[in-house]
């Protein structure tokens, strides 16, 4: 479903695609002047010095590129320096130099970054952060060392401690990003230790998963209370984050002297689910023990309000003693008879899971928060459950790689990453392919996990994920561009394995190549069977033929004869030399065209197009097969195989034979593929009776015709219809309008946050680099002074001025009622 509603977007809005791409920022070249002031402004700068661009270095400097504007709303800026053309002393003149990028605060170089550290915009944004706020980040070892860090912060301020597997994940950025606003309230915690994870309550069964506890120390006024600690469900990202701290930050249960319908609070606002427990004034006082115990177990899950049961509308059920609000835009209150908070808590974690009530299929221990921006993200999420044995397949390291490629014949390798929902979900089909293909002694499928060794995916040249590549001994390895699919990466394997073109040596075997009769293992990955008929004189055209071959390889093998027979069989099959001969499908006879054009390109065009179906049912599977911007598309909705749907089908297969050539002509049967009812009600703002006959002009005006409605579905009709479309006689039925493919939750400021927690926090910070100094003085290698007259007044610089940025206060009246504010917009 997800994928057709990709494909539903890029028809809808194929043209603000193209307009978007170019909105890139350049990465700002500075000279040896620019430079020295941007050291002398004070400010922060992340600099790279480069000399030569090779590939590797390339793709750095586009991760460096894409991070300019994201570190830019931090005031820290991110330029190059081309030691080609300026000299800058001490960083162009050495050669490791240029394998890193450098981090300033004014004249002073905190640290340097090895490229390969620096693999991403996440990577690069989280690291340069983690360097700036060591003060606000701690980061621990071990669990004695948490228990010390709660110690010390209980009666004072509250911990928020995060596990993420690396530093420079998406995580690490998003926990990092989060420092930033609330490092002046929080005391944060990080660690990479899986060791420290042992002491902890882990609900999540994998223990490679980033996850983020809020430990409440400022509630614990004696140092034997242990502060109490409440998990993190959801994927850590600063959006989610954001939202669940200032859940924590609204009261454990609120008291409310309204209606329940008329209960704003901040779950409500973040569409999270919300229990009423209804009191009166003989049990308020057991009413008020049971919401606090029921707050405490779904905190961040669901909000808990407690409702005087004389706010409940006359026709509420007497009984009834617990009211419930579902997760989502969906108001309505359901009423329930409950008498412990074991069964709230039970009703809740039923229940959160489900956008609608009626679904039964989700998982019922999600919890949920918000609604993920991306579909497949939500998908992961929402199946993180299930374990996925990824023993199955070998993992490659930087080592194992070359010499598997050495050893074996067939290898097939998915390059990934852990931390990419796309990654994640094709590995599911991946493994199933592993599992087909476990008896096959010449081919192992593989995989390398780029963020473990991204030297490996950057020596192969893997610059998106999750990319498959075959490699075969002896030859050029081969990418794999299909769907991400069990059937697609199956089909692409298997006919990777057959040499491509298969050479034939007589008549004989032409026609047994073309019935399916050679290769029978590999008919159920056939899509149609194609010959290349070729005189032996016909050299240059033959080995443009061979090239094109090769170029196919994994979508279509090709035959190839060259007897001195071949105008027999030219005779034949009516087509003159050079020539294509091929079978669209068991019940066709064999087709022959003549080559017009010698050419590579036009030879791999022309034998697309035999593989195309004129009259094709369109599928999530070969859509992308038969979508041409720029022809209409003219569709028939049907969904039975009633007279009058076979009538319609068969009129317009004889259609397809007329001059109908400037319309991409198909058919979607909506018991196959049911997000075509989806399709159909944008096309028209309704659903028509079946059959029906659409035309689509998508590359123009957008505009949609339908065939009238109770008219016999005929060539003729047909014909006269789209006649009338092209000279304007027909008015459309809808026009499609560009509509942009947004977040469903809306976007915010995140510096105008960091100003209403703590005014003036948002601005550039320069701490005491005395302090700086001893954290890395060990580091004599990497600090470096450009301006020995400023490292002297740089180091005696009176501390007050960062421990008053890092100071707390009360927010005023008009700040809460900003802060009220935006939580209603978000």
């Given at each position: 479903?997800?994928?057709?509603?990709?494909?539903?977007?890029?028809?809808?809005?194929?043209?603000?695609?193209?307009?978007?791409?170019?909105?890139?920022?350049?990465?700002?070249?500075?000279?040896?002047?620019?430079?020295?002031?941007?050291?002398?402004s004070?400010?922060?700068?992340?600099?790279?010095?480069?000399?030569?661009?090779?590939?590797?270095?390339?793709?750095?400097?586009q991760?460096?590129?894409?991070?300019?504007?994201?570190?830019?709303?931090?005031?820290?800026?991110?330029?190059?320096?081309?030691?080609?053309?300026?000299k800058?002393?001490?960083?162009?003149?050495?050669?490791?130099?240029?394998?890193?990028?450098?981090?300033?605060?004014?004249?002073?170089?905190?640290?340097?970054?090895?490229?390969?550290?620096?693999?991403?915009?996440?990577?690069?944004?989280?690291?340069?952060l983690?360097?700036?706020?060591?003060?606000?980040?701690?980061?621990?070892?071990?669990?004695?060392?948490?228990?010390?860090?709660?110690?010390?912060m209980?009666?004072?301020?509250?911990?928020?401690?995060?596990?993420?597997?690396?530093?420079?994940?998406?995580?690490?950025?998003?926990?990092?990003?989060?420092?930033?606003?609330?490092?002046?309230?929080?005391?944060?915690?990080?660690?990479?230790?899986?060791?420290?994870?042992?002491?902890m309550?882990?609900?999540?069964?994998?223990?490679?998963?980033?996850?983020?506890?809020?430990?409440?120390?400022?509630?614990?006024?004696?140092?034997?209370?242990?502060?109490?600690?409440?998990?993190?469900?959801q994927?850590?990202?600063?959006?989610?984050?954001?939202?669940?701290?200032?859940?924590?930050?609204?009261?454990?249960?609120?008291?409310a002297?309204?209606?329940?319908?008329?209960?704003?609070?901040?779950?409500?606002?973040?569409?999270?689910?919300?229990?009423?427990?209804?009191?009166?004034?003989?049990?308020?006082?057991?009413d008020?023990i049971?919401?606090?115990?029921?707050?405490?177990?779904?905190?961040?899950?669901?909000?808990?309000?407690?409702?005087?049961?004389?706010q409940?509308?006359?026709?509420?059920?007497?009984?009834?003693?617990?009211?419930?609000r579902?997760?989502?835009?969906?108001?309505?209150?359901?009423?329930?008879?409950?008498?412990?908070?074991?069964?709230?808590?039970?009703?809740?974690?039923?229940?959160?899971?489900?956008?609608?009530?009626?679904?039964?299929?989700?998982d019922e221990?999600?919890?949920?928060?918000?609604?993920?921006?991306?579909?497949?993200?939500?998908?992961?999420?929402?199946d993180?459950w299930?374990?996925?044995?990824?023993?199955?397949?070998?993992?490659?390291?930087?080592?194992?790689?070359?010499?598997?490629?050495?050893?074996?014949?067939?290898?097939?390798?998915?390059?990934y990453?852990?931390w990419?929902?796309?990654?994640?979900?094709f590995?599911?089909?991946?493994?199933?392919?592993?599992?087909k293909?476990?008896?096959?002694?010449?081919l192992?499928?593989?995989r390398?996990?780029?963020?473990?060794?991204?030297?490996?995916c950057?020596?192969?040249?893997?610059?998106?994920?999750?990319?498959v590549?075959?490699?075969?001994?002896g030859?050029?390895?081969?990418?794999?561009?299909?769907?991400?699919?069990?059937?697609?990466?199956?089909?692409?394997?298997?006919?990777?394995?057959?040499?491509?073109?298969v050479?034939l040596?007589?008549?004989?075997?032409?026609?047994?190549?073309l019935?399916?009769?050679l290769?029978r293992?590999?008919?159920?990955?056939?899509?149609?069977p194609?010959?290349?008929?070729?005189?032996?004189?016909?050299?240059?055209?033959?080995?443009?033929?061979?090239e094109?071959?090769?170029?196919?390889r994994?979508?279509?093998?090709?035959?190839?004869?060259?007897?001195?027979?071949?105008?027999?069989?030219?005779?034949?099959?009516?087509?003159?030399?050079?020539?294509l001969?091929?079978?669209?499908?068991?019940e066709s006879?064999?087709?022959?065209?003549?080559?017009?054009?010698?050419?590579?390109?036009?030879?791999?065009?022309?034998?697309?197009?035999?593989?195309?179906?004129?009259?094709?049912?369109i599928?999530?599977?070969?859509?992308?097969?038969?979508?041409?911007?720029?022809?209409?598309?003219?569709?028939?909705?049907i969904?039975?195989?009633?007279?009058?749907?076979?009538?319609?089908?068969?009129?317009?297969?004889?259609?397809?034979?007329?001059?109908?050539?400037?319309?991409?002509?198909?058919?979607?049967?909506l018991?196959?593929?049911p997000?075509?009812?989806?399709?159909?009600?944008?096309?028209?703002?309704?659903?028509?009776?079946?059959?029906?006959?659409?035309?689509?002009?998508?590359s123009s005006?957008?505009?949609?015709?339908?065939?009238?409605?109770?008219?016999?579905?005929?060539?003729?009709?047909?014909?006269?219809?789209?006649?009338?479309?092209?000279?304007?006689?027909?008015?459309?039925k809808n026009l499609?309008?560009?509509?942009?493919?947004?977040?469903?939750?809306?976007?915010?400021?995140?510096?105008?946050?960091?100003?209403?927690?703590?005014?003036?926090?948002?601005?550039?910070?320069?701490?005491?680099?005395?302090?700086?100094?001893?954290l890395y003085?060990?580091?004599?290698?990497?600090?470096?002074?450009?301006?020995?007259?400023?490292?002297?007044?740089d180091?005696?610089?009176?501390?007050?001025?960062?421990?008053?940025?890092?100071?707390?206060?009360t927010?005023?009246?008009?700040?809460?009622?900003?802060?009220h504010?935006?939580?209603?917009?978000?």
């Amino acid at each position: 479903m997800a994928q057709w509603h990709s494909y539903l977007c890029l028809i809808l809005l194929y043209a603000v695609y193209f307009n978007a791409v170019d909105g890139m920022k350049m990465l700002r070249t500075l000279n040896q002047q620019h430079f020295i002031n941007i050291l002398q402004s004070g400010k922060t700068s992340l600099i790279y010095f480069k000399r030569t661009t090779n590939p590797s270095i390339r793709l750095f400097l586009q991760q460096l590129e894409k991070s300019s504007e994201s570190l830019g709303e931090y005031g820290i800026t991110v330029a190059q320096v081309n030691c080609a053309t300026e000299k800058v002393p001490k960083y162009c003149e050495n050669e490791d130099v240029l394998k890193k990028a450098y981090l300033f605060r004014g004249n002073i170089m905190l640290r340097s970054f090895a490229t390969d550290t620096l693999f991403d915009v996440d990577a690069i944004v989280a690291n340069v952060l983690f360097i700036l706020l060591f003060n606000e980040i701690k980061y621990v070892s071990s669990l004695m060392d948490l228990h010390d860090i709660e110690n010390n912060m209980k009666g004072r301020g509250d911990v928020i401690f995060t596990f993420v597997r690396a530093i420079g994940v998406p995580e690490h950025r998003a926990i990092m990003e989060t420092a930033f606003v609330y490092g002046a309230k929080y005391q944060f915690v990080l660690t990479t230790e899986q060791s420290v994870l042992e002491g902890m309550d882990l609900e999540d069964p994998d223990r490679l998963s980033a996850k983020l506890w809020f430990c409440h120390c400022k509630m614990a006024t004696d140092r034997n209370q242990p502060c109490k600690r409440s998990s993190f469900k959801q994927p850590l990202t600063t959006v989610n984050i954001h939202s669940y701290l200032k859940v924590l930050e609204a009261p454990l249960v609120t008291e409310a002297t309204v209606p329940p319908e008329r209960v704003s609070t901040v779950h409500v606002q973040l569409k999270m689910p919300v229990v009423f427990i209804f009191t009166q004034r003989e049990t308020y006082e057991h009413d008020r023990i049971t919401a606090e115990s029921v707050a405490w177990q779904l905190l961040g899950r669901a909000g808990v309000v407690l409702v005087p049961r004389t706010q409940l509308q006359p026709n509420v059920p007497a009984d009834v003693t617990v009211g419930y609000r579902p997760a989502g835009g969906d108001f309505s209150i359901n009423y329930f008879v409950i008498t412990s908070a074991e069964e709230i808590v039970d009703l809740v974690k039923g229940k959160v899971t489900t956008r609608e009530e009626d679904d039964e299929e989700e998982d019922e221990d999600m919890d949920f928060i918000g609604v993920q921006d991306d579909e497949v993200s939500e998908a992961i999420y929402r199946d993180r459950w299930r374990e996925l044995d990824v023993d199955l397949v070998q993992a490659l390291t930087d080592s194992s790689f070359p010499s598997s490629l050495a050893t074996i014949p067939h290898v097939v390798v998915l390059f990934y990453t852990a931390w990419d929902a796309v990654s994640m979900a094709f590995l599911q089909s991946y493994m199933a392919v592993s599992t087909k293909l476990a008896d096959l002694k010449d081919l192992v499928l593989t995989r390398v996990n780029c963020g473990d060794w991204p030297d490996v995916c950057l020596k192969e040249n893997v610059t998106c994920f999750p990319a498959v590549k075959i490699y075969i001994q002896g030859e050029n390895p081969l990418l794999y561009t299909g769907m991400l699919g069990t059937q697609s990466l199956l089909k692409f394997i298997m006919l990777s394995r057959v040499p491509n073109p298969v050479l034939l040596t007589s008549a004989e075997d032409v026609e047994a190549y073309l019935k399916g009769e050679l290769h029978r293992d590999l008919k159920p990955h056939w899509d149609i069977p194609v010959v290349g008929l070729f005189s032996p004189e016909m050299k240059k055209v033959k080995d443009a033929f061979i090239e094109a071959a090769y170029s196919l390889r994994g979508t279509v093998v090709l035959g190839l004869y060259t007897q001195r027979d071949v105008s027999y069989l030219s005779q034949k099959f009516g087509a003159a030399l050079p020539a294509l001969v091929f079978v669209r499908n068991e019940e066709s006879h064999m087709e022959g065209i003549h080559l017009d054009s010698l050419s590579t390109e036009d030879i791999v065009s022309a034998v697309k197009s035999a593989m195309l179906e004129k009259l094709p049912e369109i599928t999530v599977e070969n859509f992308p097969s038969y979508f041409q911007p720029l022809k209409p598309l003219l569709i028939l909705f049907i969904d039975n195989d009633d007279t009058k749907t076979l009538k319609a089908r068969e009129e317009l297969a004889e259609l397809t034979k007329l001059s109908v050539q400037m319309y991409t002509t198909c058919w979607i049967d909506l018991r196959n593929t049911p997000v075509g009812k989806e399709i159909l009600q944008v096309y028209l703002n309704y659903l028509p009776q079946l059959p029906a006959l659409i035309l689509v002009q998508l590359s123009s005006s957008g505009q949609v015709f339908a065939f009238p409605e109770g008219q016999l579905i005929a060539r003729m009709g047909v014909l006269h219809w789209l006649k009338k479309v092209q000279t304007g006689q027909e008015d459309p039925k809808n026009l499609l309008q560009g509509r942009e493919w947004t977040p469903p939750q809306a976007s915010y400021d995140f510096l105008a946050i960091m100003d209403i927690v703590r005014p003036g926090f948002a601005k550039q910070r320069i701490p005491n680099s005395a302090k700086q100094k001893n954290l890395y003085e060990e580091e004599e290698n990497e600090t470096e002074y450009l301006s020995e007259s400023n490292e002297e007044e740089d180091q005696n610089e009176p501390a007050a001025e960062f421990e008053k940025v890092q100071g707390t206060s009360t927010p005023s009246n008009k700040e809460k009622k900003i802060q009220h504010e935006f939580h209603n917009e978000l």
